[in-house]
């Protein structure tokens, strides 16, 4: 491995509950706009939670996917038959990160560019599976025995394409022609630390000269809102949606569920310069840890200490030299005290400033991190602190410095930490490139 093969950021694009431009996402960050809204239920149907930040000005139409040529627009157009709305989140946050790189085919030979991507599990919805249910109710009752026969028939021909988790990393690589290393990765929110060590890597390994990278996610899925509503610590209902999540702070209940998806584009230093990219930031290094408890004991602060500590060890990086660090900020009582508690132990007495965007659109699943991750380089580049929307109190189970407002920074460097409630947990070092 080449350790002096400088990884640097050219392209970012995001979908998000706040804005689907990069200008968009900081302008809410830093002028405190909330994503989160009243979820609007389906046909009449109630729904369990009350508040999220699903994306109602994202359809899914290819004229949201920035500007593509005719062949491209044609290609998406037809592939988007098979495309659930994780994926069309993710091929459209990776064409907005393409066009922000001033990206076109040929620049790098196929061969050279790679793809990873990050996501939720991804599951069919109710009205994919309503005939062919239909088809097996005898008494009242679904009876499994018919489904072989009777229902799985009833399916829309390919269906399954359009829900397996190493589709939007297939899409991407086939529509742009991109030839190089393709994976995909299942942690949910810790996806984006694992997706961009491994890209940094095969980067720095001269397996590929670019890779796409990205992570997509929606928390707002029919199956997954029952699923978080019996499993997760969820904003209660009478809830005020401007406030509804709280980061660190001392009223803190729970966090919003919502949907999103991030891209970026890494090249080698020597990559960007032969096309002439504009170089957004460096990326250091990216890292992922997990751990298994079967006893079922929360062990996330136990997993942030151990990726953190790898992050410095693979820079040799000390903790005084990082600007602040992006947090994953769930809002949760739990969660939020197991982050504080693992930044705490790793930086000790030094105070570094804490920010995280989950005030602004709650949980997005996997597409959080990205996003996120995002909105640390938007701080670089503008030397500015956005600050964490709706935290008021300091809490005496968090003992971190918050960023309350806007401020302005001599940042050079910040840390990405996400983490999900199986302990799984992912930390990225960023820094300004110079």
Known sequence: MNKHCRVVITGMGVVSPVSLSLEGLWEALTCGRSGVRPLVSDGGVPLPIRYSSAITDFTGDVEQFGELDANLNKSIRKASKTMSREILMAVAATNLALNNARWSQGQIPPQRVGVSFGSDYIVTTPEELMTGVQTCITDGKFDFT???AKGLPKMTPLWQLKYLPNMPASHVAILNDFEGPSNSMTLREASVGAVIGESVNI????KADAMLVGTTGTRVHP???VQAIQL???????????????????????TVLGEGAGAMLLES???????????LAEVVAGTYSSTFDKSGNDRREETLVRVMKRLFELTETKPNEIGHINAHGLGSISCDRAESQAIKKIFGDYDIPVTTAKGN????????????????????KNQTLFPTLNYKTHAPDCPIK??????????????????????QASAVLVRKYE
């Open 232 to 254: 997760e610590d969820l904003t209660p209902p009478d809830a005020d949606p401007v406030t509804a999540c709280r980061p660190f702070d001392r009223d803190r209940c729970g």
């Open 203 to 206: 980067i720095r390994n001269g």
């Open 146 to 148: 018919r489904w072989a």
């Open 269 to 279: 230093e020597q990559s960007a310069q032969k096309r002439g990219a504009t170089i």
């Open 223 to 225: 199956y997954k809102l």
């Open 402 to 423: 918050v960023v309350k407002e806007e401020q302005t920074t001599k940042n050079q460097s910040f840390i990405k930490l996400t983490v999900n409630p199986q302990s």
């Open 361 to 380: 659109f709650g949980n997005l699943g996997a597409g959080s991190g990205t996003i996120e991750l995002i909105a640390g380089v938007l701080t670089i």
